[in-house]
């Protein structure tokens, strides 16, 4: 399997390298979205809980713990990608990291944890984003953010959502989502 790497851009593990296997549904976050997405949440997420459902290549839960995030959840089915992430776990250090094998919409039927960020990036040709979101608003603190990525966004349900930012780079399209429903 060749590997690929991605670098972390921002935080204590600034410049570090990060592997993952090629794999059809792996599309780790690209370095321009994930500046702009941190910009936006600010730098620093000292005290946030994240959570990562399609954790893939880890891309956007290493930037989160990197930048102080005091408990990162990433929720990964597939064991090979299970086992990268547990080695690039490793070579960081990443004790704030709880990685855990399970499918993403299983983990929200069973986990009752609130989160300050959500990462929802599912493999595209699954369409499950507008499913996942309406499973979302009890997970979420109340000034909790949903983070989404996809070759097309979804029209966010206007009672349930509130596009809070967005934007493009080449075919990637990504929002920042708020719960009406919370807050």
């Not at 972390?8 to 780790?28: H, K, M, N, Q, Y």
């Not at 704030?96 to 599912?122: C, G, N, T, W, Y």
């Amino acid at each position: 399997m060749m590997r690929n790497k991605i670098r972390v851009i921002g935080g204590e593990w600034r410049s570090r390298i990060i592997t993952f296997d090629s794999c059809a549904d792996l599309r780790p976050t690209p370095d321009r979205v994930r500046e702009t997405v941190f910009n936006w949440l600010g730098q620093d997420m000292s005290g946030k809980h994240c959570l990562d459902l399609f954790a893939g290549s880890g891309a956007m839960s290493f930037e989160a713990a990197s930048r102080g995030a005091t408990r990162v959840v990433m929720v990964e089915s597939d064991p090979g990608v299970m086992k990268t992430l547990k080695i690039n776990m490793q070579k960081l250090g990443a004790e704030r990291i709880e990685l855990i094998s399970m499918d993403a919409l299983k983990f929200l039927d069973s986990d009752r944890r609130q989160f300050d960020l959500v990462f929802l990036d599912p493999p595209y040709r699954l369409g499950l984003l507008p499913r996942l979101l309406s499973s979302l608003h009890s997970h979420l603190s109340v000034s909790g953010l949903v983070y989404i990525e996809n070759d097309s966004l979804p029209e966010a349900d206007a009672d349930d959502w509130l596009v809070w930012r967005q934007g493009q780079a080449g075919k990637v399209r990504y929002q920042l989502l708020k719960s009406k429903k919370n807050g």
